[in-house]
């Protein structure tokens, strides 16, 4: 075998063993544009028109053959008539792009097609606006778009590659790296342990009392009774879940949790759920868990910026048997009008993929 031969077979096996590995959530917003990549490195970019009124999405999974998901999403009004970008007409007719009815106001335009969503990104990334009506509203802002899908091709190793949505260039498929599977956490099984309604209310109360400084120290405004959004719960035989209500807004509330010995309260010791990354705007540890629920080994967080829930955070962990271990959580800074079903994950796992 001559050099060339063995320099060629070196770059194919090189080009086609790179590993996976595990990424870093990345939240960014850029002018009109959100775009939050996730533990796995699968990318969602989002624009939106003023109230929502039309909506770009892009979602890429990650790796050599990562899938990929473009929706434009225009109320019924506006969803018929021609897109103009900038003026000049624009037209999601190719073959690729499946037109759908979402109810009787929206209408999907939608393609998962590779060459499709890279056409689609030609044609719109210089622009100023996609209008689909004329009016005001009916424009969906395209700043910003350029610098969200450059970030999801860095995050996911595209760059300069054919597969890259923005900066392309002649590295095959084969150089990006490969998509790192979700982890999955060993959870202890579901407590079949019950406590019945006088137990928990000793809990309560106890937890209440010997935590009566830290209670005082965090300014808690809620102070017990049949109002407070007070739980108990077992987590196993000898040991429960008590949430105590702290602060209490308009649309929710937020908890103080601890872990408790059911034969000995005064040995509670305060739980402070962690996230095993950091981003700027996103707290690492909570002191308080908002909206608390607590149901078959999983404590639920779910946090709104404001009432109609458009934007926030939620999480989930979920109980090792010894501490709370992080299985999925969502996040979105813009107080846009997305339904909270839509905040982009930030972590998944294989327990809540």
């Not at 775009?35 to 699968?42: G, H, I, Y």
């Not at 892009?58 to 969803?79: C, E, K, M, N, S």
């Not at 759908?100 to 590779?114: H, P, S």
């Not at 137990?199 to 830290?214: D, H, N, P, Y």
Request: charged share 20%; hydrophobic share 45%; with cysteine.
């Amino acid at each position: 075998m001559n050099v060339v031969s063995v320099v060629s077979l070196l770059a194919v096996a090189l080009a086609t063993a790179l590993p996976a590995h595990a990424a870093t959530p990345v939240y960014r917003q850029f002018q009109d544009w959100v775009v939050a990549c996730d533990n796995v490195a699968r990318c969602v970019v989002s624009g939106a028109a003023e109230a929502l009124d039309g909506r770009i999405t892009v979602q890429r999974d990650a790796g050599p053959q990562g899938a990929i998901d473009v929706t434009v999403v225009l109320p019924t009004r506006g969803g018929n008539a021609p897109l103009r970008l900038d003026g000049k007409a624009v037209a999601l007719t190719a073959p690729g792009w499946a037109r759908t009815q979402d109810g009787a106001e929206w209408v999907v335009r939608r393609t998962r097609g590779l060459a499709d969503a890279q056409a689609f990104v030609d044609a719109v990334r210089n622009g100023q606006s996609l209008r689909f009506g004329a009016g005001e509203r009916d424009a969906i802002p395209l700043g910003g778009l350029s610098a969200a899908l450059l970030l999801v091709d860095e995050t996911q190793g595209r760059l300069g590659g054919t597969t890259a949505l923005l900066r392309r260039g002649a590295a095959a498929a084969g150089t990006v790296p490969a998509a790192a599977p979700l982890p999955r956490v060993a959870l202890a099984p579901p407590s079949r342990a019950v406590l019945d309604a006088a137990t928990q209310a000793r809990l309560i109360a106890q937890v209440r009392r010997g935590q009566a400084a830290l209670i005082q120290r965090e300014d808690c405004s809620q102070h017990g009774g049949d109002d407070a959004f007070d739980e108990a719960a077992a987590l196993d035989d000898t040991r429960a879940l008590v949430l105590i209500e702290c602060l209490r807004g308009a649309y929710q509330s937020s908890s103080l949790v601890f872990q408790v010995p059911v034969a000995d309260p005064s040995r509670a010791t305060r739980v402070t759920p962690t996230l095993p990354f950091t981003l700027p705007g996103v707290r690492a540890r909570l002191d308080m868990v908002t909206s608390a629920a607590f149901e078959d080994g999983v404590l639920t967080h779910s946090g709104r910026g404001r009432g109609m829930g458009d934007c926030g955070s939620g999480a989930r962990w979920g109980w090792t048997g010894t501490t709370f271990a992080l299985l999925a959580y969502e996040h979105m800074g813009a107080c846009r009008g997305d339904d909270a079903a839509e905040w982009p994950a930030l972590w998944r796992t294989a327990n809540a993929p």
